[in-house]
């Protein structure tokens, strides 16, 4: 059962943690092309610039019923034969989640836990936040049955967004400009932002007159469910990982897990890019506008910015397959709504439709990247310049679509020159 898993993950944990504790602080920075640290002007305690990164500290899981409940879990237990990894693989964990290639879908679910542990005990949050460690092995076991077995939005595609946040803090620096708290706050918020994600978009939940829908009135309805659901599992007993935290500490947090969960919904999206250029902008021409760490708004925008640009990270992938693997299963998901639509009698999404062949999805993906996802990491690198070889990947990936396009549906067989994998950045 959960309660034999979690002891299983906390044992196997507290030996990852030891060996990847020792071999944390050497692990080479990785650096953009340029050669770049970070372009965001600072304002911390009447200083302009803020050189270096801050010193950061770093009963059985069950799911909810309709109504919101939290129930005894009726997940299958993950399998046993995750924990038999090698002790050469033990020791290379980090090392592993220090790489944009860290594909989660070459995970079991169970080896998930134990990876997101990891990211989480980078920076000490277990500890700092006297989070007891089965409370957390039974929260982020709670996950796997909290997380609807969809073809895109599911357990794997909320740690591979914890994953791409997690690089955003690490690798493109952005943690250097936000507090523990906030570190935490975005790691949770970016593993629990599709929590019960039921696999159609907030149009279909609108037109179909859902229940959510009519619940949250139709503002933001997935992102709100998704919020409520992170906090309802929270709130439950062996599953409450800021129970030890003052009133203060946890209204910081809860306020900004909700704000970046909220921010993942795409009406929010060109507000961000254009907000991201503009600040750019004023810094450029050195116009006073200065991010301030000590300010709550600029921190939690920045957040809101990492956690979002990880939900939409698959296109900036340093391998073409991996973006191509993510892509046919949000296609397939769209697909299955396109399905539900007819059957409901509701107006079908006509860019959903059709999604059965290379060539439509390969379509569909140039003009995505180009016009939606583009811009924004172009944004979040004028602020991080380490974020410019997303920009990179993101351009080779469309190259690499538009040869499908221009072959009539056949994948390309040549690499694509121009993406910027880890290897080559530390080279550089």
């Known amino acids: 059962g959960d ?61 909810l019923d309709s109504q919101g409940n939290l129930t005894e ?26 790489s944009w290639e860290f594909d989660v879908l070459m995970c079991d679910k169970s080896e998930l836990v134990v990876y997101g542990q990891e990211m989480l005990n980078y920076y000490h949050t277990v500890e700092e936040f006297h989070v007891k460690p089965k409370t957390m092995a039974a929260f982020l076991a709670s996950m796997e049955s909290n997380y609807r077995d969809n073809s895109f939005h599911s357990l794997y595609h909320a740690y591979a967004v914890m994953h791409a946040a ?65 906090f309802k599992i929270m709130s439950a007993e062996g599953t409450n990982i800021l129970s030890e935290l003052n009133n203060e500490d946890f209204m910081h947090i809860r306020k900004l897990i909700i704000e970046v969960i909220l921010k993942t919904d795409m009406v929010n999206h060109f507000d961000m890019v254009k907000n991201m250029q503009a600040l750019a902008d004023k ?23 990492v956690v979002h640009c990880a939900d939409l990270s698959n296109p900036a992938y340093p391998s073409f397959e991996m973006t191509k693997n993510w892509c046919q299963r949000v296609c397939q998901e769209f697909s299955e709504q396109v399905e539900l639509e007819k059957k409901a009698g509701i107006p079908v999404t006509s860019f ?14 140039v003009g995505f990247v ?39 549906g056949e994948s390309p067989t040549k690499e694509v020159e121009g993406r910027v994998d880890d290897d080559e950045e530390e080279e550089e």
């Open 166 to 230: 997690f690089m955003m803090l690490t690798s493109i620096g952005a943690d250097q400009f936000l507090t523990s708290k906030d570190v935490y706050a975005v790691l949770i918020g970016s593993l629990c932002h599709d929590l019960d994600h039921p696999g159609t978009t907030n149009e279909f939940q609108k037109s179909s007159r859902s229940s959510l829908a009519l619940l949250y009135n139709d503002k933001s309805v997935l992102e709100n469910h998704h919020a409520a659901t992170c």
């Open 283 to 305: 810094q450029d021409k050195d116009e006073g506008s200065y991010f301030s760490i000590d300010s709550e708004h600029d921190r939690f925008e920045l957040c809101s910015l």
């Open 73 to 98: 879990s009726q997940s299958a237990s993950p399998r046993s034969s995750a924990f038999a990894m090698t002790p050469g693989a033990k020791e290379n964990v980090f090392e592993q989640l220090n």
């Open 3 to 63: 309660d034999h898993v979690v002891g299983l993950i906390e044992q196997y944990s507290n030996k990852v943690i030891k060996q990847s504790s020792s071999a944390r602080a050497p692990v080479p920075a990785q650096v953009s092309p340029k050669g770049k640290s970070s372009s965001l002007r600072a304002r911390r305690g009447g200083s302009v610039a803020f050189q270096g990164k801050l010193k950061i500290m770093g009963n059985s899981p069950g799911k």
């Open 352 to 365: 959903m439709e059709g999604l059965n062949n290379e060539l439509s999805i390969a379509k569909l993906q």
């Open 370 to 408: 180009n016009y939606v996802i583009l811009p924004l990491w172009k944004a979040a690198s004028l602020l991080l310049p380490k974020a410019e070889r997303q920009c990179a990947n993101c351009v080779a990936n469309v190259k690499s679509w538009q040869r499908i396009v221009d072959s009539g």
